[in-house]
T-cell receptor, first 117, second 111 residues
Framework: DAGVTQSPTHLIKTRGQQVTLRCSPISGHKSVSWYQQVLGQGPQFIFQYYEKEERGRGNFPDRFSARQFPNYSSELNVNALLLGDSALYLC????????????????FGPGTRLTVL | DAKTTQPNSMESNEEEPVHLPCNHSTISGTDYIHWYRQLPSQGPEYVIHGLTSNVNNRMASLAIAEDRKSSTLILHRATLRDAAVYYCILRPKSSGDKLTFGTGTRLAVRP
């Protein structure tokens, strides 16, 4: 079975530009989360979507937005790119959204490496 | 959120057991303890999780201290493929499904 897929694999942008990253969850998974991983750090939570609705948001500026489509795939958009946005962007899928009431394993994709020049 | 403390790095010999420690002295009663690992050039992957009791699965064992202020991930026989960054994560019931990663422990395995 295919795991979580992300596209593109690598991306180079310049400051001020906008970028869209894409994620396809594991078949049957209805929840998608996005994480940012800066070099040398652990991943930081950005968003979680379930059934096309935002279910959680991390401490990121409004330049970051996301959406989930009826087929449960998701896009992460970042506007007005800054040098500090250079990072590995990870997508994780899970079967459902629990609100933390029970265990819900997250399956991560390989990520999109974004470089902002 | 409660914080975890892990050593920055550890080394092990292939086919020997590895004990990866994690301190979480401010853990609350409803915080789950999760371990994920990140192999080079890959996204994190689930290893194991627990609440109060020790847990075993095909990948590893999780030993949780009686007061829950620390835990240890045990790899019974390290292989070269186990070289990765290991993250100990506390997930409060109130935080939803999000995982709050620290900087983890980088495990090197010597052949």
């Amino acid at each position: 079975d295919a795991g979580v897929t992300q596209s593109p694999t690598h991306l180079i942008k310049t400051r001020g530009q906008q970028v869209t990253l894409r994620c396809s969850p594991i078949s049957g998974h209805k929840s998608v989360s996005w994480y940012q991983q800066v070099l040398g750090q652990g991943p930081q939570f950005i968003f979680q979507y379930y059934e096309k609705e935002e279910r959680g948001r991390g401490n990121f500026p409004d330049r970051f937005s996301a959406r989930q489509f009826p087929n449960y795939s998701s896009e992460l958009n970042v506007n007005a790119l800054l040098l500090g946005d250079s990072a590995l962007y990870l997508c994780a899928s899970s079967l459902f959204y629990t609100g933390g009431t029970t265990y819900n394993e997250q399956f991560f994709g390989p990520g999109t490496r974004l470089t902002v020049l | 959120d409660a914080k975890t403390t892990q050593p920055n790095s550890m080394e092990s010999n292939e086919e020997e057991p590895v004990h990866l420690p994690c301190n979480h002295s401010t853990i609350s009663g409803t915080d789950y303890i999760h371990w994920y690992r990140q192999l080079p050039s890959q996204g994190p992957e689930y290893v194991i999780h627990g609440l109060t009791s020790n847990v075993n699965n095909r990948m590893a064992s999780l030993a949780i201290a009686e007061d829950r202020k620390s835990s240890t991930l045990i790899l019974h026989r390290a292989t070269l493929r186990d070289a990765a960054v290991y993250y100990c994560i506390l997930r409060p019931k109130s935080s939803g499904d999000k995982l709050t990663f620290g900087t983890g422990t980088r495990l090197a395995v010597r052949p």
